[in-house]
């Protein structure tokens, strides 16, 4: 079966260093979204991907990068970890198709403190 | 821009009793609307979507919502409610259909079920 998996699911950092969490579909959609679960504030788009080397900047995309080298990958960096940066991250993927309604298949999500 | 406001952060309901947890979005043109469940450690699953047609529609686990334009709502509905319904509910909002569509999601409603 088709699927869309996050790793790794739990991290711990220390602040200043570099962390990349990793998202993989198989479901050759063109369309791929990170976002960022916090109390209080439900999910934040944090950016996104329309298509290879197709980068889109989100609500909350400062201190975070992602690159899109292929369709079945769209890897977050944080550049230099923050503990505002601790939280619960998703990673989604929708079709892409001009029949899209838009619904989005999620991942696990990957916990990541940052000490 | 568009934004979705869910007004109850936290409901409590008896096993067996009604649920209606509300919704209210903003955004100019017809919005494609949806209603996603996150089990605790889980990702989300969607639950049902809108976007043209009958203004009821009808999801798994036996849940409904309605969509009203008048009050701008995509309330979501369950006639008797189960232990195993206690989870966070998203409601979200798509600009539009078509291939770049994303979404932007409330803060989530957490429902408790007790006994």
């Known amino acids: 079966d088709a699927e869309i998996t996050q790793s790794p699911r739990h991290k711990i950092t220390e602040t200043g260093r570099q962390v990349t969490l990793a998202c993989h579909q198989t479901?050759?959609?063109?369309?791929m979204f990170w976002y960022r679960q916090d109390l209080g504030h439900g999910l934040r788009l944090i950016h996104y991907?329309?298509?290879?080397?197709?980068?889109n900047k989100g609500e909350v995309s400062d201190g975070y990068s992602v690159s899109r080298s292929n369709t079945e990958d769209l890897p977050l960096t944080l550049e230099s970890a923050a503990s505002s940066q601790t939280s619960v991250y998703f990673c989604?993927?929708?079709?892409?198709?001009?029949?899209?309604?838009?619904?989005?298949?999620f991942g696990e999500g990957s916990r990541l403190t940052v000490l | 821009a568009q934004s979705v406001t869910q007004p109850d952060i936290h409901i409590t309901v008896s096993e067996g009793a009604s649920l209606e947890l509300r919704c209210n979005y903003s955004?100019?043109?017809?919005?494609?609307l949806f209603w996603y469940v996150q089990s605790p450690g889980q990702g989300l699953q969607l639950l049902l979507k809108y976007f043209s047609g009958d203004t009821l529609v009808q999801g798994i686990k036996g849940f409904e919502a309605e969509f009203k334009r008048s009050q701008s709502s995509f309330n979501l509905r369950k006639p008797s409610v189960h232990w195993s319904d206690a989870a966070e509910y998203f409601c979200a909002v798509g600009a539009s259909g078509g291939a770049t569509n994303k979404l932007i999601f409330g803060t989530g409603t957490l429902l408790a079920v007790q006994p």
């Open positions: 479901w050759n959609h063109n369309n």
């Open positions: 955004y100019g043109a017809t919005p494609y």
């Open positions: 989604a993927s929708s079709p892409g198709q001009a029949s899209n309604t838009g619904e989005l298949f």
């Open positions: 991907s329309y298509g290879v080397q197709d980068t």
